[in-house]
T-cell receptor, first 112, second 112 residues
Framework: GDSVTQMEGPVTLSEEAFLTINCTYT??????LFWYVQYPGEGLQLLLK?????DKGSNKGFEATYRKETTSFHLEKGSVQVSDSAVYFC???????????FGAGTRLTVKP | NAGVTQTPKFQVLKTGQSMTLQCAQD?????MSWYRQDPGMGLRLIHY???????DQGEVPNGYNVSRSTTEDFPLRLLSAAPSQTSVYFC???????????FGPGTRLLVL
């Protein structure tokens, strides 16, 4: 079945460092890909998405590009802030499929 | 709009007790889902509904019941709680034909 594998955490960075969180997927057809963020004590919030190959999703300085040739959707940010500390989930779903598949999550801690 | 709301935020149960987790959304979304979040496993789909009166099982349905009498509400019932059901539960909703799911803030359940 469809699945998502993302970089094991936790990840600890200093403020203004470059962030990469790797995400790869296995799926038939053409899934839509997502990054969700979960701040402490809160639910999941959509960070960005891409619905077809070569699309780039971006939001709040974060970016991810849908790479079908490498089945990847890596999350990047050029300069992280303390406020970016959270758990990040990579996920996929397919058109009219209600089952969204999630990676295990990567906890990011940014230190001042 | 309040989006997706869940009650309670936290609950402690004894083994064998029953309870209902409430979920409501005010976005007129046809599709609603329940997920559980366990450490190191991301989110897994329990049950979902594509409209009032229609429900179906997800990846981990055992021990849970659902019903959907209105578009707005999608309660999750635990008939006889077990320690293995200790988890954080998230409700989500989306519009048909659009891939993005919107999540509630979650219910943390502890079964002793």
């Amino acid at each position: 079945g469809d699945s998502v594998t993302q970089m094991e955490g936790p990840v600890t960075l200093s403020e203004e460092a470059f962030l990469t969180i790797n995400c790869t997927y296995t799926a038939t057809g053409y899934p839509s890909l997502f990054w969700y963020v979960q701040y402490p004590g809160e639910g999941l919030q959509l960070l960005l998405k891409a619905t077809k190959a070569d699309d780039k999703g971006s939001n709040k300085g974060f970016e991810a590009t849908y790479r079908k040739e490498t089945t990847s959707f890596h999350l990047e940010k050029g300069s992280v802030q303390v406020s970016d500390s959270a758990v990040y989930f990579c996920a996929l779903t397919k058109y009219n499929n209600n089952d969204m598949r999630f990676g295990a999550g990567t906890r990011l801690t940014v230190k001042p | 709009n309040a989006g997706v709301t869940q009650t309670p935020k936290f609950q402690v149960l004894k083994t064998g007790q029953s309870m209902t987790l409430q979920c409501a959304q005010d976005m007129n979304h046809e599709y609603m889902s329940w997920y559980r979040q366990d450490p190191g496993m991301g989110l897994r789909l329990i049950h979902y509904s594509v409209g009032a009166g229609i429900t179906d099982q997800g990846e981990v349905p055992n021990g849970y019941n659902v019903s959907r009498s209105t578009t707005e509400d999608f309660p999750l019932r635990l008939l006889s709680a077990a320690p293995s059901q200790t988890s954080v539960y998230f409700c989500a909703s989306r519009s048909p034909g659009l891939p993005t799911q919107y999540f509630g803030p979650g219910t943390r359940l502890l079964v002793l």
